[in-house]
């Protein structure tokens, strides 16, 4: 028994050591352990970190908004908590809860679209810029002869006609080509009294009597200024002086190039000085009266150039020069006629052809946009301004001249906006939709404000005051007194 006893008594520490050795161990296993977790580990960082910050932000943008419930998108005012059909037969269009306070720094009237519906219904958009902008007018005209450069040829006596030297109209005459010779008795008798007036002047020159020499002079130069008045020229009377004698029929002559575009005179007719023997055309300068439309006259200024075209001439370019601008406008075409002055010096352009013409006007540089972005209701115009997050502003502007594709931009919009220039019709059904919607959410908020009214006594007002007495005269009928037991009576019913 003593030597169990020493056995069990060696045995005993041994354990104790082995059982420490081994709890240490695990000790020692444990910290190793905790160490590799907390270094591989990523642990959460602090507030403070930027980065952390932006992955919470763009999960709270990427967060969607809550959907309240649906409405016909034909009559806001049919609200429904699940999606469906509409009784139109379109699908119910949901509306969304505001995220938070997004839209209060922005102008009333702002909406927001999602970028996958904006994708579906085709949002396209253009910029607000200044640029230079010109514009060209392109207008329908007709040649014409230049009305400055038409001349009437007359006779200032009355004689007959004795030859026709031009005979025919359209023909082209020079300055100084005989057209008619006249016998006039008249004439005649004033040629005479010249030959009288110059021989009684050559003779009474050196006459000793005191002024009539000087008379004598004055009397043939007063008869030669009586022929120059009937448009006998100085060449005319010359030969007349030098011949000594009348000459029976006197020639007249045209006083201009240009073509016959008219003649009233035969041989052997009587003319008279009221009466029209020829009219001659000059041709070199010619008009072209092109009509431009109603909305195209203020950009076309006096003076501006003008390049013409004509189909019998093609590939072929005139330059001629704005000069007239007419007062009326042809209530029928909505048109205002402009003359435009053509150089014509080898005649290829005849009166009455077709004319194309193009008319270049220059606005300088302009705040502009783009045409398809400008909706238009007759009364007042529209764009919808894109900001930032897939929000919408409706904004009205003040539009001036459309140059091409594009308006010019007179108030409402600055350079480097961005505007709606595809689905604007979508778009604005959704704004107008939106503002039906929220119309009705206003409505119904004044509502629970106005049940809040109970009793005669309204929210904040103290309880127990008095209601203010009714004008009406039915307030002066006596109420039926209350019966026993009414109430619960009223309850039960």
């Given amino acids: 028994m003593s030597l169990d006893?020493?056995?069990?008594?060696?045995?005993?520490p041994a354990k104790k050591r082995m059982s420490f050795f081994a709890a240490l161990l695990f000790f020692a296993l444990g910290i190793l352990s905790a160490f590799g977790y907390m270094h591989w580990k990523p642990w959460p960082k602090e507030s403070g970190d930027k980065s952390?910050?932006?992955?919470?932000?763009?999960?709270?943008?990427?967060?969607?908004?809550?959907?309240?419930?649906?409405v016909d998108p034909m009559n806001p005012s049919n609200k429904s908590d699940k999606p469906g059909k509409a009784p139109c037969g379109m699908d119910l269009?949901?509306?969304?809860?505001?995220?938070?306070?997004?839209?209060?720094?922005?102008?009333?009237?702002?909406?927001?679209?999602?970028?996958?519906?904006?994708?579906?219904?085709?949002?396209?958009?253009?910029?607000?810029?200044?640029?230079?902008?010109?514009?060209?007018?392109?207008?329908?005209?007709?040649?014409?002869?230049?009305?400055?450069?038409?001349?009437?040829?007359?006779?200032?006596f009355e004689g007959y006609v004795e030859k026709i030297f031009v005979d025919f109209t359209g023909k082209l005459v020079k300055k100084g080509q005989p057209l008619i010779s006249v016998y006039s008795p008249e004439l005649v008798a004033t040629q005479q009294e010249l030959l009288v007036a110059k021989k009684s002047a050559e003779i009474l020159r050196t006459s000793q009597f005191e002024g009539i020499g000087s008379q004598s002079a004055s009397l043939y130069n007063s008869t030669r200024e009586r022929l120059r008045l009937w448009d006998i020229s100085d060449q005319q009377i010359k030969e007349i002086e030098r011949r000594g004698s009348p000459i029976r029929s006197l020639t007249i002559s045209s006083h201009t190039d240009g073509f016959v575009l008219a003649r009233n005179v035969f041989a052997g007719h009587m003319v008279k000085p009221d009466m029209e023997l020829y009219t001659i055309a000059d041709l070199s300068d010619i008009w072209i009266?092109?009509?431009?439309?109603?909305?195209?006259?203020?950009?076309?200024?006096?003076?501006?150039?003008?390049?013409v075209t004509f189909p019998s001439f093609p590939g072929k370019v005139f330059s001629g020069t704005v000069r007239y601008i007419l007062p009326e406008l042809d209530p029928k075409t909505r048109t205002v006629k402009i003359r435009i002055e053509l150089p014509n010096k080898d005649l290829t352009i005849k009166p009455d052809m077709y004319a194309n013409v193009e008319l270049k006007a220059d606005y300088g540089k302009k705040l502009s946009i783009p045409r398809e972005a400008v909706l238009d209701s007759g009364s007042s115009k529209t764009v919808f301004v894109a900001r930032e997050g897939g929000y919408f502003e409706p904004r009205k502007i003040s539009v001036g001249a459309r140059v091409d594709e594009r308006y010019v931009v007179l108030d409402g919009l600055t350079t480097g906006e961005k505007v709606v220039t595809s689905a604007n019709f979508m778009i604005d059904s959704e704004s107008q939709l939106k503002s039906a919607t929220g119309s009705m959410a206003a409505g119904e908020h004044a509502g629970h404000q106005m049940g809040g009214v109970t009793g005669g006594t309204q929210e904040g007002e103290p309880i127990g005051k008095q209601a203010p007495a009714s004008t009406d005269h039915s307030s002066h009928i006596p109420a039926p007194a209350p019966t026993p037991g009414g109430e619960h009576a009223g309850h039960g019913r």
């Fill in 5 to 12: 006893k020493n056995s069990a008594h060696i045995v005993a």
């Fill in 93 to 156: 269009v949901p509306v969304y809860e505001d995220s938070g306070n997004s839209t209060e720094s922005m102008p009333p009237g702002t909406f927001r679209i999602s970028g996958e519906k904006q994708q579906l219904i085709g949002v396209q958009f253009g910029e607000v810029s200044e640029m230079p902008l010109s514009k060209t007018i392109r207008a329908a005209g007709r040649a014409t002869y230049d009305e400055t450069r038409i001349h009437h040829v007359h006779t200032r």
């Fill in 52 to 70: 952390s910050a932006k992955v919470e932000n763009v999960a709270e943008t990427k967060k969607e908004p809550k959907i309240l419930y649906y």
């Fill in 289 to 307: 009266i092109a009509e431009v439309y109603e909305y195209e006259i203020g950009a076309i200024k006096m003076g501006q150039s003008a390049l």
